[in-house]
């Protein structure tokens, strides 16, 4: 028998950890009780919390929702979400796109602006990475779809909002979990919590390593997160986040049809001969405080840091990467009544600034007797130096119980110098002031369904590689990309509130269309060379039935359907115009149910359906569509009246499917567009949750 066999039925045998949460004689544990959907509750950041009210496509993330899985595998929760497609391989490398926007990018997510509580996770150079956040310090994640948010940004894509994990009770917790499973899946973490009645703090500690089932992709992540609450009064607190993380994970990369087919264990030769792999040491921190002028006027006020330090030994050359990032954002909220008629607004600005130096050296890996990467020669000493502020306001007006207007306005400044330290050589450039404008309407036919139409414009910067010649200089003629957005779209309960329904219909046109263009193995040249349309229908229904005293049902399905294509695209003479977008899936769909009762037991299982993916720009080339099917099994009990125990197992890609979990856009003549994701694949779950 397999190991990984071997702790499957171990866990099956003892049944094991729940996935739902509760209050219960004062005390957070988890149980699978269920009456009724809850009303989504959304950021305070927003002009309103209620998700039934704001006029804009919004997918949240309950905790309950983000632990569905086995609480190291992020993406596919993010998945179950409509326009939303997480790639990810080995934990390492991801892309994450909303309704297609960033499909092309060719490693990583740009284009998307991510928070964790008040703290951007989104670089200077626009690069976004949300994987340093543990599953298990996370409340809840809101992912805005399209530029709909004046206030975080106006991105294309939209935006990611963590929320930080606070008690949100008086008390105190500690909680032990640890999760074993296939190739050598391993994660222990450790949890603190403490909540009095004017501070708190939450502490929490966790590794994560995998052998991983490639070649070369070994993976090792371990963190601490410090978080909490201090100086709270009725009208004001001071809220502060901290996160340390260090990394080093292999990169078996990218690989061709053939060998996809026949041996998709196998790694890339090149970074298989070098032992490439990526090691770095993050550190970020912020405070946020949050006032009540008065009865009308609010204050939040916020400062962050963010360093990382990054080596990478690649086969072509040794990457060394130091990034500081510090800023901060003010805002004001309120309200206002003129005759009958009262208006909310936000207003307020960010100022964000990131300061980078890179160096590369030879890889002498072939020379090393197959011991790996070894330094030689350097080869180029870089900095980078990014300056931005937006401005934002955000208005709601209640014009009568049923009708509203909400619209805002962000303003962009943006300027960056980039200097060469081998030839002593500095460039300056600023690019042209963006406004991006946002218009809705809400109608409330009735308390508990609303609709709603929307405009607004937005924009996204190109990265730095993309504003360079092949000769090393900034491209004074790049643009950054634009594009309005239609959406129509409505929210409705149903049943006493036991069914929820939402959809979406939007249509996109981006204009400016950047493109990189690759003339060495790690050198892009970008280029503004047309345009792209966006356009498709999104729709997800939840539901709760309440079978009888005992036994309930809780189900979800989402669908997105889209229509992504090259408005206008001529690239080096290839005249791609009315071709599909490279990277995306037209058609997406998830689904879930789980069958849960009074005594703590409970079986779950989702399915997730992804189309055929075009791999370039040309078409000729397509991923195959494929279909996963996960399953899950839990129970939660109590030892002592102060112990609640939790156990689980579950199988993760049951029918085996062969599919590929992130593909490389127009990859060079290689073919190599494939990274394979995971066989069949099995783990279990321990936590003790102690309660004081």
Avoid at 102 to 126: D, M, Q, V
Avoid at 182 to 208: R, T
Avoid at 517 to 528: E, L, T
Avoid at 559 to 587: H, Q, R, W
Wanted: with cysteine; proline share 3%; net charge positive.
């Amino acid at each position: 028998m397999t190991r990984e066999k071997h702790y499957f039925l171990l866990f099956i045998l003892i049944n094991c950890h729940t996935i739902f949460a509760q209050e219960q004689k004062g005390k957070i544990i988890d149980s699978l009780k269920t009456t009724t959907l809850q009303e989504i509750i959304i950021s305070p950041l927003h002009i309103n919390n209620s998700l039934l009210n704001t006029p804009a496509s919004i997918g949240v993330l309950s905790k309950k929702e983000l632990e569905q899985n086995n609480l190291t595998d992020i993406s596919t929760v993010i998945n179950t979400i409509p326009g939303v497609f997480m790639q990810s391989s080995n934990f390492t490398t991801t892309r994450i796109t909303i309704r297609g926007i960033g499909a092309r990018t060719t490693y990583g997510t740009n284009k998307i602006r991510a928070f964790y509580g008040s703290i951007p996770l989104t670089s200077g150079n626009s690069e976004t990475i949300i994987d340093d956040i543990d599953i298990e310090n996370i409340g809840q994640i809101e992912i805005i779809k399209g530029p709909l948010s004046s206030v975080y940004g106006a991105g294309l894509g939209g935006a990611i909002l963590i929320e930080p994990l606070l008690l949100k009770n008086k008390g105190q917790t500690a909680s032990l979990t640890t999760v074993h499973g296939s190739f050598g899946l391993m994660k222990n973490s450790v949890n603190y919590n403490l909540s009095k009645e004017k501070a708190s703090i939450n502490i929490n500690y966790h590794k994560l390593k995998t052998d991983g089932w490639r070649e070369n992709s070994s993976y090792n992540r371990e963190g601490i997160t410090i978080a909490g609450e201090l100086l709270k009064k009725q009208n004001s607190k001071l809220t502060y986040f901290s996160n340390y993380t260090y990394l080093k994970a292999y990169i078996p990369s990218s690989i061709n049809k053939e060998t996809y087919d026949n041996n998709p264990q196998y790694g890339a030769p090149t970074w298989v001969a070098s032992k490439g792999y990526k090691e770095y040491k993050s550190t970020m921190g912020g405070l946020a405080y949050d006032f009540k002028i008065n009865k009308n006027l609010g204050n939040s006020t916020s400062v962050f840091i963010n360093y990382k330090d990054n080596n990478e030994p690649r086969p072509f050359d040794i990457l060394r990467q130091y990034t500081f990032a510090t800023g901060g954002r003010t805002q004001f909220y309120g309200n206002f009544k003129i005759k009958k008629t009262v208006t909310q607004f936000i207003a307020g600005i960010e100022y964000f600034t990131d300061d980078y130096t890179g160096n590369t050296f030879e890889n002498l890996y072939q020379q090393n007797n197959g011991l790996g990467s070894l330094a030689g020669n350097q080869l180029s000493e870089t900095g980078q130096k990014r300056r931005f502020y937006n401005i934002f306001s955000q208005f709601r007006t209640l014009v009568s119980k049923q009708i509203e207007f909400q619209g805002g306005l962000n303003y962009n400044k943006t300027r960056f110098e980039l200097t060469d330290y081998i030839l002593n050589s500095t460039q300056k450039y600023s690019y042209d002031d963006i406004f991006s404008p946002q218009l809705s309407i809400l109608f409330r036919p009735h308390e508990h369904r609303s609709l709603y139409f929307s405009v607004s414009r937005g924009f996204s910067l190109p990265s730095t590689e993309e504003t360079l010649t092949s000769n090393g200089l900034i491209n004074a003629d790049i643009k950054p990309e634009t594009g309005y957005n239609f959406e129509v779209g409505g929210k409705f309960y149903f049943l006493n509130k036991n069914l929820y329904a939402e959809f979406a219909a939007y249509r996109m046109e981006i204009k400016n269309l950047l493109v990189a263009k690759r003339v060495d193995d790690d050198q892009y040249v970008g280029v503004n060379a047309g345009e792209t349309f966006h356009q498709g229908i999104e729709m997800a229904i939840k539901d709760t039935w309440q079978i009888n005293s005992i036994f309930s049902i809780n189900a979800y399905i989402s669908i997105s359907i889209g229509k992504y294509e090259f408005k206008k695209f001529v690239d080096s003479g290839n005249d791609f115009s009315g071709n599909k977008l490279t990277g995306v899936p037209a058609t997406k769909a998830n689904a879930g149910v789980t069958l849960s009762t009074r005594l703590g037991l409970y079986i779950s299982s989702d399915f997730q359906f992804v189309d055929a993916i075009p791999l370039n720009d040309a078409n000729s080339v397509y991923s195959d569509s494929y279909k996963i099917i996960n399953l899950k099994t839990g129970y939660t009990f109590e030892i002592l009246p102060n112990l609640n125990t939790q156990l689980s197992a579950g199988i993760n890609n049951v029918a085996n499917e062969k599919y590929a979990s992130l593909i490389l856009p127009n990859a060079t003549a290689s073919g190599r567009y494939y990274y394979p994701g995971l066989p069949i694949n099995y783990y279990g779950t321990i936590s003790f949750n102690y309660f004081f």
